[in-house]
């Protein structure tokens, strides 16, 4: 029986990715974004259909959801893959951009969560997969609110498990390291406070190491094989590393001394800081 995936945040990067992959595979694909308008690709593969979705709004998941559903007779998997990245500063951060931090990472993916649950709980089978991320376990300079939204992420998905176990509903959260899309153009939200430049100088080294750290990035195919492998595991396994770097990144932090990996994220972010 061909079956069904509900993707968020697929206009771009790993989501846009993931749909191409899973329609490859012969899945229906509902591909969903805040303005379907806008793309030009993705309509026009076969078992890809596009539906309005932002993940602030709850009318608007619960009409996508449905819409989905009736078009496909049923979906078995959701991928929320939206995402914002509020990076900088802390005390430069705007109390908006920390919100919408949490609006998208955090309370989007639960408003998700919470109105496919119905649905899922009925049928007594589904499957939940959260594009989660190394920087829920691993922290680092300027990234302090988006580590925050994914530590969060992390620990509510890690709780859901259990509650959602009885009914067939596996929970899954697949952590890549830095990947090569343009979250680091589009995505990624720089936070800027006038008259404060004391922490400039840092501030745009930690910026530029970054940078780089993408750029020299694997591309989407490595997160988008893991999410495949997630969506297609019938296993209760809950957490999916994606790639050589996430798996060294990971290992590492689970057996070094703080004091020894934190020197280590010094020498690449802090790189040329005196």
């Known amino acids: 029986m061909q079956k069904t995936v509900l993707i968020t945040g697929s206009s771009s990067g790993i989501g846009k990715a993931s749909v191409k992959y899973f329609a ?19 309509n026009t593969l076969e078992n890809v259909k596009l539906f309005t979705l932002d993940v602030t709004n709850s009318e608007s998941i619960q009409k996508a959801i449905a819409d989905a559903i009736e078009c496909f007779g049923g979906i078995d998997v959701i991928i929320n ?10 005390e430069a951060a705007q109390k908006e951009q920390i919100q ?47 580590n925050a939204s994914k530590f969060a992420l992390e620990g509510f998905t890690e709780a859901l498990q259990y509650e959602l176990r009885p009914f067939n509903i596996r929970v899954k959260n697949i952590e890549p390291g830095a990947i090569k899309t343009d979250f680091y153009a589009r995505s990624q939200d720089l ?26 990035a694997p591309g989407p195919d490595v997160v988008v094989k893991k999410i495949y492998q997630a969506a297609t595991n019938t296993s209760y396994r809950l957490r ?29 972010v802090e790189k040329g800081y005196k």
């Open 100 to 146: 919408r931090q949490f609006d998208t990472n955090v309370f989007g993916v639960m408003n998700v969560i919470r109105e496919i649950l119905p649905y899922f709980r009925k049928r007594k089978d589904g499957c939940i997969i959260n594009i989660s991320s190394i920087a829920g376990f691993v922290t680092f300079p300027i990234y302090s609110i988006y």
């Open 191 to 216: 936070f800027k406070k006038e008259g404060l430049t004391d922490y400039d100088n840092y501030a745009q080294i930690a910026f530029a190491n970054t940078q780089k750290v993408g750029n020299d």
């Open 81 to 90: 893959n939206a995402g914002y990245g509020g990076v900088g500063i802390f």
């Open 240 to 268: 999916f590393p994606a790639g050589i770097q996430a798996k060294a990144v990971l290992l590492a932090r689970k057996i070094l001394p703080f004091n020894w990996f934190k020197a280590i994220v010094k020498v690449v």
């Open 24 to 42: 490859q595979k012969g899945w229906n694909v509902a591909a969903t974004m805040r303005d379907p308008s806008k793309e030009k690709e993705l």
